[in-house]
């Protein structure tokens, strides 16, 4: 694989220790965070502790506020009346297209223990007549119905298998007509340009059992596969592209 350096900009966004643990994952090809001796997952342990949980939900809306905005001004919203949000977070993507589009009715999904986080960022954004909180795990639960499917910064933690049952499920959960929007540091399809992409799949080696990031092309023909019959990779911003698959 040939892939440029990072740029001194790009490689401030990783501390240390991220290096040093990508040598070890690069040797083992194993996990390297606190989960490794056997312990809780990341997203167990994080779930468990609400302050921390709070904490990082609101990271999570810093990191995604840019290309939130973008989805919110590029994708063609008027032809759709309703979006979900799955693994809303904090609920900045939803609550950014809701904010955009007045007719547009917004479903924040994730576990419950974010439900109060995801509802106070909302009101504070004055949209808790139009958007909503629904509880639900994504791999136990159906995904609820709406116009368009939204996975921001969420497929990139998950195997190739769970990928693929994710994209699955927003089929099934949309109508004919009906879009999934997957966004993230997609790698582009010569595996050469965005560094910060191949660097965060090498993170998510790091901190998850299965979990990396990839290509337009790699997430397109999941797409087909799971039944879209059309897709296209768009740029939004920085590092990040959406992947559109229409139902």
């Not at 001194?8 to 690069?26: C, M, N, Q, Y």
């Not at 979006?83 to 576990?111: K, M, N, S, Y």
């Not at 089929?171 to 540091?185: N, Q, R, W």
């Not at 191949?198 to 990396?212: A, H, K, R, Y």
């Amino acid at each position: 694989m040939s892939a440029s350096r990072p740029t001194s900009a790009e490689s401030s966004r990783w501390p240390t220790s991220v290096f040093i643990l990508s040598g070890t994952t690069l040797r083992t090809g194993k996990q390297q965070n606190e989960s490794k001796g056997g312990g809780p997952s990341f997203f167990a342990a994080l779930y468990a502790d609400p302050a921390r949980l709070k904490q990082f939900l609101g990271a999570m809306t810093g990191l995604s506020h840019g290309a939130n905005l973008a989805i919110a001004a590029k994708f063609p919203w008027s032809k759709y009346k309703s979006a979900v949000d799955v693994r809303t977070a904090q609920g900045d993507l939803v609550t950014q297209v809701a904010l955009a589009h007045p007719h547009l009715a917004g479903i924040g999904f994730d576990l419950a223990e974010v439900a109060p986080i995801f509802e106070e960022y909302v009101a504070r954004n004055g949209l808790s007549s139009r958007v909503a909180f629904h509880p639900g795990s994504f791999f136990t639960d159906p995904l609820p119905r709406a116009d368009v499917v939204m996975m921001g910064h969420i497929l990139h933690d998950w195997n190739l298998e769970e990928k693929k049952l994710l994209i699955r499920k927003a089929h099934e959960a949309l109508p004919a007509g009906g879009a999934l929007v997957v966004y993230e540091s997609i790698i582009d399809d010569n595996r050469s340009q965005n560094a910060f992409g191949l660097m965060m799949s090498l993170n998510m080696l790091i901190e998850t059992p299965g979990g990396f990031d990839y290509t337009g092309a790699d997430c397109q023909g999941w797409m087909k596969e799971a039944g879209f019959r059309e897709t296209r990779v768009e740029h939004l911003v920085g590092p990040d592209s959406m992947v559109v698959g229409t139902k």
